[in-house]
C-alpha cells in the first residue's frame, strides 16, 4: 500500500526498514480501506517515523511496552512543532499530528489497546447541555461552525469559573472584562468571531430563561474594514529584485533562491517550505504536493506547472 503513497522507492523501503514498518504499513492500509486522503496518510507516516526513533531511542524492544511513551511522545513532538501556535486551539492540532495516528496504530498493533479519551470536555455542558443540540437542530451548522463556538465558551467559562460567577448572575461588566481580556490573544477578526458566537450564547440563554436579562447588546459589534491593515505582499518588482541579489553558484544561495522562490510564487508558509520532503516533488508531471500542519491537522495542495526563474 505504500506504493500508492511514495513514488520513490528509497522511500518506501525507510518505511518498511523501521521496527514499526510492519504496523506502519498494516495501519495506512487502514487508512486506504477508509479513503483517506494522499496528503493525511503521509503525514501519519511521517509521525509513526518520529515515533520509531523516538521509542527505540528510548530502548523500547516490545510492542507491548509502546502505549506507556505515547505521552512523552507527544510531548517531545510538542516542544519540537508548537513554535508557530499563537492559540489553544493551533497546540490542539499540533497535539493531534503526533497523537492521532500513535494511537490508531496501536489499536490494530495490539488487540487490547483502547484509545483514551482524551477529548476536552464540552463548555457549559452541565448548565446549558442543550446548547449544542441547539446550534445542530436549530441552526443547522455544521460541524466545524460548532467548532468555533466551542473555541469561544471554553475560555469563557474558565473566566467564569475563576471568577466564581454563576450564569443566572452574569452581568454586562463581566462580558465586557472577559473581551478584554481575550482581546489581548486575538486579532482583530478572531475577536469578531468571539463577539458574534458569544451573542449567540447570551441570546440562548435568554429564550431559555437561564439569565433573567438579554445581555446580548452589552457585546459591541467590532467591525473590520477592508484595506484597513498595512498590506502584506511586496511588488513583483522588489521579488525579483530580491531574488536576482542572491548568489546562485553557492549550496546556501541555491537553498536561499528556492526557498524565495517558493514564498513568492505559491504564497506558502516557512514552515510549509520546512517540512517538504524530495518525496513531495513530482518532477516527471512538474508538480509539488504540499503538507500543512494546521487546524484540520492535515491540509494538502498541488501546485502544477513549477514557475522557472
Not at 496518510?41 to 523500547?60: K, S, Y
Not at 492559540?87 to 500513535?102: E, F, G, I
Not at 467591525?223 to 502584506?232: C, K, L, N
Request: charged share 25%.
Amino acid at each position: 500500500m505504500l506504493e500508492h503513497h511514495f513514488r520513490s522507492l528509497k522511500a518506501i523501503d525507510r518505511v518498511r526498514a523501521q521496527w514499526l514498518g510492519p504496523q506502519i504499513e498494516r495501519y495506512v492500509q487502514s487508512l486506504d480501506e477508509l479513503h483517506t486522503s494522499n496528503a493525511t496518510v503521509r503525514q501519519h507516516i511521517r509521525a509513526l517515523g518520529h515515533f520509531n526513533d523516538f521509542v527505540i531511542a528510548r530502548g523500547v524492544t516490545k510492542l507491548e511496552a509502546l502505549p506507556d511513551h505515547v505521552d512523552a511522545f507527544v510531548e517531545y513532538w510538542h516542544a519540537g512543532h508548537a513554535g508557530w501556535c499563537k492559540n489553544n486551539q493551533d497546540r490542539a492540532a499540533v497535539t493531534a499530528q503526533s497523537r492521532v495516528p500513535v494511537e490508531r496504530m496501536l489499536c490494530l498493533a495490539l488487540p487490547d489497546y483502547t484509545r483514551p479519551n482524551n477529548r476536552p470536555a464540552m463548555p457549559f455542558a452541565n448548565t446549558v447541555p442543550g446548547f449544542l443540540p441547539f446550534l445542530n437542530d436549530e441552526k443547522g451548522l455544521r460541524q466545524e461552525s460548532q467548532q468555533r463556538y466551542l473555541y469561544t465558551l471554553r475560555p469563557f467559562e474558565a473566566y467564569l469559573n475563576r471568577g466564581g460567577i454563576a450564569l443566572s448572575g452574569l452581568e454586562p461588566a463581566h462580558i465586557s472584562r472577559f473581551l478584554e481580556e481575550r482581546a489581548k490573544t486575538l486579532h482583530k477578526a478572531g475577536m469578531r468571531d468571539t463577539a458574534g458566537a458569544l451573542r449567540i450564547f447570551l441570546r440562548y440563554l435568554h429564550r431559555e430563561g437561564i439569565v433573567a436579562t438579554d445581555l446580548v447588546r452589552s457585546v459591541p459589534r467590532g467591525r473590520i474594514y477592508r484595506q484597513a491593515s498595512i498590506p502584506r505582499a511586496i511588488g513583483w518588482q522588489d521579488v525579483e529584485r530580491l531574488l536576482a541579489s542572491i548568489d546562485r553558484r553557492s549550496i546556501l544561495g541555491k537553498r536561499d533562491y528556492a526557498i524565495l522562490t517558493l514564498l513568492a510564487s505559491y504564497g506558502l508558509r516557512a514552515r510549509e517550505i520546512a517540512a517538504l520532503c524530495l518525496d513531495d516533488f513530482d518532477w516527471t508531471h512538474a508538480q509539488i504536493s504540499i503538507p500543512m500542519c494546521h487546524l484540520s491537522p492535515y491540509r494538502s495542495q498541488h501546485f502544477s506547472a513549477f514557475r522557472s526563474h
